[in-house]
């Protein structure tokens, strides 16, 4: 069975969180920030967060968005292993697609990404189309293929805990508590995460 990862974008694929970048941009650093700890810990609904962060952000032109987070720093030790094993894996986000499409591009991952969609007009987001739900990802992929999933926050819970192999990643921040207790590993370093991660690769090859 062929395996693909499944990684959440957000502070494990970079090493910083978007939207808080964004809103130290406009002053609006310390709203932003209580709005993602809350959320990252699983003490705010996730929907419900992200339509308050956007908001936020919206008065600020698509374009000038799109442009500070492709310039976003990334652990780099997780884009090569995104980029060589480009064919099996997948960067999984809530992120708005008009947001993060650079970034996407800059790292190598054109086409290997699932995310939420804005509505824009004149530059500017008017709306959410879909704020995608992550574990929806593995309802298309579960029959086809074994499942490891990556990521650090409360909002990855169901895309972990619906994974055949899960793994939290506390390289940037701390992990959600409730990651820890249904992960299979927890790993803190970037390093030994692609050690890991290259480990169940390997594994899998041999299998075949």
Known sequence: MNTVFLFDLDSTVTKQEILP??????????EMRELTEKTMMGDLPFQESFRSRVELLNQIPVAKVAELV???????AIVKFLNENKENSFIVTSNLDVWIEKLMNRIGMKGRYYCSHAKVVDDKI???????????VQDMLTSKAKIVAIGDGSNDYDMLRKADVSVSFG????????????????????????????AIRNEEDADE
Do not use: Q
């Open 70 to 76: 492709s310039e976003i720093s990334v652990n780099d």
């Open 171 to 198: 390289g940037v921040r701390e992990i959600a508590p409730a990651l820890l207790d249904i992960s299979d590993y927890s790993v803190y370093d970037e390093n030994k995460l692609y050690e890991l991660l290259t």
């Open 126 to 136: 008017v709306g959410i189309k879909e704020i995608l739900a992550k574990d929806s």
């Open 21 to 30: 970048t964004i809103a130290e941009e406009i002053g609006k650093k310390d």
